[in-house]
């Protein structure tokens, strides 16, 4: 880095790399947990059900404002009782 000149842009320390590992946390979360099934068959069947629930749920909060959230979580809430009930 001395002999190109780059040795002040080079960032060192020990949170560096906080953005890059930020951005891969879903992944890492689904990762571990997946790591208690003990067959793949099982580990698929759950991922899908999973993938179909978190979507049904995940609402994308940030996105809509208040109100909006509300009625929707509420939908989707009595969708779910009917389906388990």
Do not use: C
Not at 28 to 42: D, G, V
Not at 68 to 76: G, I, N, P, Q, V
């Amino acid at each position: 880095m001395n002999e190109l000149g780059n040795a002040k842009k080079q960032e060192v320390g020990r949170w560096a790399n906080n953005r890059v590992e930020n951005s891969h946390l879903p992944f890492r979360r689904r990762e571990r947990a997946m790591q208690r099934f003990r067959q793949m068959k099982t580990r698929q069947k759950f991922a899908s059900v999973h993938a179909n629930v978190h979507d049904h749920f995940s609402l994308e909060r940030h996105l809509i404002d208040r109100q909006t959230y509300r009625e929707r979580r509420s939908a989707a809430l009595a969708e779910w009782q009917a389906l388990v009930g």
